[in-house]
Nanobody
Framework: QVQLVESGGGLVQAGGSLRLSCAAS????????MGWFRQAPGKEREFVAA????????NYADSVKGRFAISRDNGKNTGYLQMNSLKPEDTAVYYC????????????????WGQGTQVTVSS
């Protein structure tokens, strides 16, 4: 069983940057694919990005390509989401997730989920 805890959310002005972290404990995070999702008020949760166990395969939602970067440090059992050029429409609760399969994309049904961290982008 993998436990995930997100951090790094907050309030930022449009055009600014934030880096989210996802600390994992238990299980074998280094073998798991990892993903980031977000849910805005009144909307369904949506896929943001995913990275394979090795970090070698990444996938992004079209809405964040070129602005967000997903990465991981297996030695620290931590994943990251670097968010640049933030827009008000990026405002949401961001969740990290892990999957026992080593590779994941937007269609993957992730096994483990964190509690989320709020990101608010002001215009």
């Amino acid at each position: 069983q993998v436990q995930l805890v997100e951090s790094g959310g907050g309030l930022v002005q449009a055009g600014g940057s934030l880096r989210l972290s996802c600390a994992a404990s238990g299980g074998t995070f280094s073998r798991n694919a990892m993903g980031w999702f977000r849910q805005a008020p009144g909307k369904e949760r949506e896929f943001v990005a995913a990275v394979s166990w090795s970090g070698g395969i990444v996938n992004y939602a079209d809405s964040v390509k070129g602005r967000f970067a997903i990465s991981r440090d297996n030695g620290k059992n931590t994943g990251y989401l670097q968010m640049n050029s933030l827009k008000p429409e990026d405002t949401a609760v961001y969740y990290c997730a892990a999957d026992r399969r080593g590779v994941a994309d937007k269609y993957t049904k992730f096994d483990y989920w964190g509690q989320g961290t709020q990101v608010t982008v002001s215009s």
